[in-house]
């Protein structure tokens, strides 16, 4: 099965088609879709919309790009959201957080001070998290140690082979999307073909970060079967290897995800 671990579909760019939307992704074959909010007013409408749809799930977090924005009350508000989900089984990750350090002008003292009470929530109920990083892998690989956060997605992943390695000796997987597609992606499309089978997941992050062959339109998570089609040739495996291990990995770094998807192939 195909496993979109990070697609935001409750996007304003799907509200006009997002049956169609989940129809084809369906279609391709992606039987798991997991959406990450990025902020506190998204948590009700993800809740709704997985409950609603057989193959969705969701994560509770507040992004990077939008803590400028938050309240110091939203930290509450999130770990009550978290203690009151804790029992929905479509409920798998604290997400989408971390640091973002490539736009100007955001206040990074509280973006770290906010990617720290998140990770707190995540260890004190025992979820894997869900990473945003952007010129910013040292730090977050510190922050998760700290805070000894051990299974999750390092999403969009775009550092070297050694923060890699970092990542994964914690646990972690790396998200590969639509960037791996681009000829000139090279560090991605290196990191790709080379770290380990039991290293990757795969992702669409769609609306947004579109596969070549969507250049400039809407990505959708229908376009993982493409994607998938790609890490196989970078590594020069076939394309139902490329899905009987993402999907395995998926279960491994998102545990609560493992019964969902059994559910599904049922």
Known sequence: MLVDTHCHLDAPE???????????????????????????????????????????????????????????????????AVAASINDPRFVAIGEIGLDHFVPGLDRERQARFLAAQ??????FD?????????????????????A?????????????????????????LGFG???????????RRLASCVADEAYVLETDAPDIPPV??????????????????MGELREQSLDSVLRQSEANARRVLPRLAPIVDARKA
């Not at 979820?127 to 805070?147: C, F, I, S």
């Not at 956060?149 to 990542?167: C, D, E, L």
């Open 149 to 173: 956060v051990r299974k999750g997605i390092a999403h969009a992943f775009n550092g070297s082979m050694q923060q890699a390695q970092g990542y994964i000796a914690q646990g972690f997987c």
């Open 14 to 80: 799907f509200a006009a088609d997002l049956e169609a939307v989940i129809a084809r992704s369906q279609a391709a074959r992606v039987g798991m879709i997991v959406m990450p909010a990025v902020h506190r007013e998204t948590f009700d409408g993800l809740r709704d919309l997985a409950s609603r749809h057989a193959g969705l799930c969701y994560a509770l977090g507040i992004h990077p790009l939008c803590v400028d924005a938050s309240s110091d009350d939203d930290l509450a508000v999130l770990r009550q």
């Open 119 to 124: 990770l707190r929530i995540a260890r004190e």
């Open 178 to 188: 639509g960037a791996m597609t681009w000829p000139r992606a090279l560090q991605i």
């Open 127 to 147: 979820l894997p998290v869900l990473l945003h990083v952007r010129k910013a892998q040292d730090v977050v690989l510190k922050h998760l140690r700290q805070a």
């Open 213 to 230: 062959w969507k250049a400039g339109v809407r990505n959708e998570p229908g376009e993982l079967n493409g994607i998938a089609r790609c």
